[in-house]
C-alpha cells in the first residue's frame, strides 16, 4: 500500500496510486477521490442527484475522472458554397460514451486487483451531480461562469465517475480561484453568468440550442454562426490558455467541427438521427426543429447566397412555422433582391400569425438587425441549477449515459 492508500472494507487493499496507474493505462487523464456520501446541499428533490448511494447502495468511494477533450482540428469546415455550422468542442465526438467506456475498463482492472471482486458503477454525464463530485475530490474547482476547471486542462474536459464500493481517503479539495478576473462574464454574449458561478441557464445558448421556440430577436445576430452548443465563456478564460489538445482518438459519435447546413433544412428527422446517430446532437432529447432553427440562424449569419434557394424552399414549404419565420429573418439577414423577392412573394400567402410577422420584419430590416417588433421572450424563465422534483431529466441536457 502506498502512503495515501486506504484499505477496501473486507477485501484485498487496492492502493490510490495503482488506481491513478490503472487509469493512466485506461487513458483517463485525471482521477480524484471523493467518498460517497451525500452532497451537503441535499434537499427531498435533489436527493438522489446528490447522493451516490442512489447509483449503488454499497457505495464506499467515488472515483471521480475528467478527460480532456480538446483536439487540433480546424474549427470551420466551411467552404464557398456550402456553409457550415459551428459545434461547441465538448461534443464534436461522445466524449461522455468514450469516458464511461474508460471507467468501466478501469472498474474491471481494479476487480481484478482486488479480488473480492467489489462493485462499481460508471458514469458521464448520467444520474449524479457531477461538479461538485469533482470538486470533492480535488479534480478540480469551479469557475465564475460556473464550470470545473482542472490543473492541467483547465476547464476542456467532461467528468464522470465510477462510484465503488472500495474505499480511498478522499483527495483534498484544490484551491483554485479567479481572483479578479472575470472575463467570462463580459464575454457571455446574452449575460446568462449573473454572478460568480450562477447560470441563468434561460439565457445560456448552450440550453437554448435544444429548445424549439422562436429565438428572441435580439440574440439572433450574437447566435452568430453556431449550431450546436456554446464555448464563448471558455474560450475566452485565460486558465485554458496554453491547454494542449489531447492526443486521444475518440471514435465514438464523431460529427467533427463543423456540419454542412444546407441538407438540414431538407433532410428528414430519421436520416438526420441516422445520419449523426452515436452523438448528443441526435439524441432523443434534442428537438430536431431546434437544430433545423439553429441552422437557419447560421445561415443566416453566415451571409452566403448559396442558401437563399434553400432558405426560400424553406419559407415556402416547411410545415413548421417555427422553421419558417427563422428562414424569413435569415433571408432578411443574407439580403438582395433573391431574398427580397421571396419574402414579398410568401407574405400574402403565409397563413401563421408569428411567420407573417417574421417576414414583416425581414423586409422592413432587411438586415435583421432592428425590427419595431419586441423581442420575442425566450424559453420559460428558469432557475439556476435546480433539478426539479421527480425530473432527473431537466438536468440531462447532454448524452445521459446511465449507469452500467
Ligand atoms: C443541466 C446541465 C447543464 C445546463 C445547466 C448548467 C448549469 N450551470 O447549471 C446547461 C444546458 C446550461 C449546461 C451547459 C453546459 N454544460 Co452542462 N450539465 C448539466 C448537467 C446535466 C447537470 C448540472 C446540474 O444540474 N448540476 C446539479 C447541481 C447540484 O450542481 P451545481 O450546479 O454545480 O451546484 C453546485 C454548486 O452550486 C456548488 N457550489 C457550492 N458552493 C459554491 C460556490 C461557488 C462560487 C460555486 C461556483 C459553486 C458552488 O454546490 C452545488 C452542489 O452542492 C451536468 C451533468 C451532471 N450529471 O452533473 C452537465 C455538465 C455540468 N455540463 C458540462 C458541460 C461540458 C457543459 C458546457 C461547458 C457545454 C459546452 N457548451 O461546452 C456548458 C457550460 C455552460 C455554463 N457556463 O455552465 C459538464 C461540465 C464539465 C466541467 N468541466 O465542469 C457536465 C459535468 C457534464 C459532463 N459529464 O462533463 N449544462
Ligand atoms: S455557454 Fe455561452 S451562453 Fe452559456 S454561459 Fe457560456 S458563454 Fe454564456
Ligand atoms: S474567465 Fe476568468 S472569471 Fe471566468 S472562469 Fe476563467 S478565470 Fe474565472
Redesign the pocket.
Known sequence: MDSTGILAQNMVPVSKESVREAAAECGIDIVGFAPASP???QTRD?AA??DPASVLASAASVVCA?QCYLKDEPDDLSRPGEPHGLI????RRN??KD?RERLKKLAVLLADKAEAKPKSKCS?????????L??GSGV?W?????????EGFG??????EMVTELEFEPDPEIPGGCGDCDA?VRA?PTG??TS????D?SK????L??SASPMPRDWRKLWGRRLY???T??EVCPKNAGVKPSGRTVETGVVGPSIPLLPLLTMTEAEYRTRYSGNQIAARWVRFDAIRRNACLSLGNSQDPAAIPALTDALRCDPSALIRGHAAWALGKIGGARSKSALEKQRPAEIDAQAAGEISSALEAPDGTSSSEPALKAQEPSV????KEGSQA?????D?QGVR
Do not use: M
Open positions: 452532497l451537503d446541499r435533489l442527484f446528490c475528467a461547441a468542442p465538448y461534443t466524449h461522455y469516458l458521464s454525464c448520467g444520474p449524479l451531480a457531477e461538479k461538485p469533482a470538486r478540480g469551479y469557475g465564475k461562469h460556473g464550470i470545473i476547471i482542472t476547464s476542456w474536459v467532461v467528468l464522470g467570462c457571455c446568462a453568468i460568480p458561478g450562477c447560470l441557464r445560456c445558448f448552450q440550453h440550442t435544444n452548443g456554446c464555448a465563456c471558455q439556476h441549477r435546480e433539478v431537466d438536468g440531462h441536457d447532454h445521459c
